[in-house]
């Protein structure tokens, strides 16, 4: 039985375990076809790919990428068979952009009286080359469920909020277009609940698939990905957006519904 996730992240970004790891999971799990999908980042690509051709694992070389929408302060665009060398600029110049966007949110955040300076959260973010809120949330002292910590700091609209400057939707997709990818739009509902946002975003970014079966994704909302992917010409793809074994949202691999509706796909190498 094939079992697809193009979608999995390493400690390059948010994620608990080692690329060759989270191939290892992967393939306990029966995992058949899998991305490694680090955000902003591909340096962890080579290993899974060495890790997989131990587990007998077919790797998909992936990034994700973090952008701007007007109905998303942070949506993802996933880049697939990805020349990694072509992708790189694009990935130092977004972690530049992580950085200075860290350094401006430690700044409020002392200025609410958190004594943390950007090297805490660098630190926080250990060998990670993207560095996220979440690194700045722990660094802040937050523990546990950073939920809470974000409402009231790091979502936007809240006090220490600074949005992301670069790159928007249309410029990632051209972005991995450029770099010899195929540009994949994550999550949809995830990032968007109303379905007539869902249902523009995807018309107007003309990207090359959907990822339409997500474990947060209902019946309804899988329906409406998968008939727009048939309308449009997109490829379903699908993951479980593993993050690591003890990962309070994304710990396992096949936790995506299909709701039997149509089945996931791989999107071809271009
Ligand atoms: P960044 O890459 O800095 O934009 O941070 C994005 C990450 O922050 C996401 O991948 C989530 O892990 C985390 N995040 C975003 N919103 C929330 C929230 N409301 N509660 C907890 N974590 C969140
Ligand atoms: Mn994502």
Not at 103 to 116: K, P, S, W
Not at 166 to 191: C, F, K, M, S, T
Request: hydrophobic share 40%; net charge negative.
């Amino acid at each position: 039985m094939p079992l697809i996730e193009l979608q999995s992240h390493s400690t390059h970004s948010d994620g608990q375990l080692a690329p060759r790891d989270v191939v290892a999971e992967a393939a306990k799990a029966g995992v058949t076809t899998l991305a490694l999908s680090d955000h902003d980042s591909v340096a962890g690509v080579p290993g899974a790919e060495a890790a997989g051709r131990e587990h007998g694992v077919e790797i998909v070389p992936a990034v994700e990428m973090s952008c701007v929408h007007e109905y998303a302060e942070d949506l993802h665009i996933c880049g697939y068979w990805v020349d990694l060398a072509k992708i790189e600029p694009a990935c130092e110049r977004a972690q530049d952009e992580r950085r200075a966007r860290a350094a401006e949110i430690v700044e409020n955040l002392r200025g609410f009286g958190f004594d943390l300076t950007l090297d805490d959260a660098i630190r926080e973010a250990g060998g990670a080359d993207s560095i996220g809120r979440p690194h700045i949330a722990k660094a802040a002292g937050a523990t546990g469920d950073l939920g809470p910590f974000f409402e009231e700091y790091l979502v936007p609209g809240a006090k220490a909020f600074v949005p992301r400057r670069w790159p928007d939707a249309a410029q990632a997709i051209a972005l991995i277009r450029e770099a010899g990818g195929v540009a994949v739009i994550a999550h949809p509902y995830w990032d968007i609940s109303a379905p007539g946002e869902v249902d523009d975003l995807i018309r107007s970014l003309r990207a090359d698939g959907v990822e339409t079966f997500y474990p947060t994704h209902t019946e309804e909302q899988t329906r409406h990905l998968l008939d727009l992917c048939a309308e449009l010409d997109l490829v379903p793809t699908a993951s479980s957006d593993f993050h690591g074994p003890t990962h309070k949202t994304f710990a396992k691999f096949g936790a995506y519904d299909t709701y039997g509706l149509g089945e996931p796909q791989v999107p071809q190498r271009p």
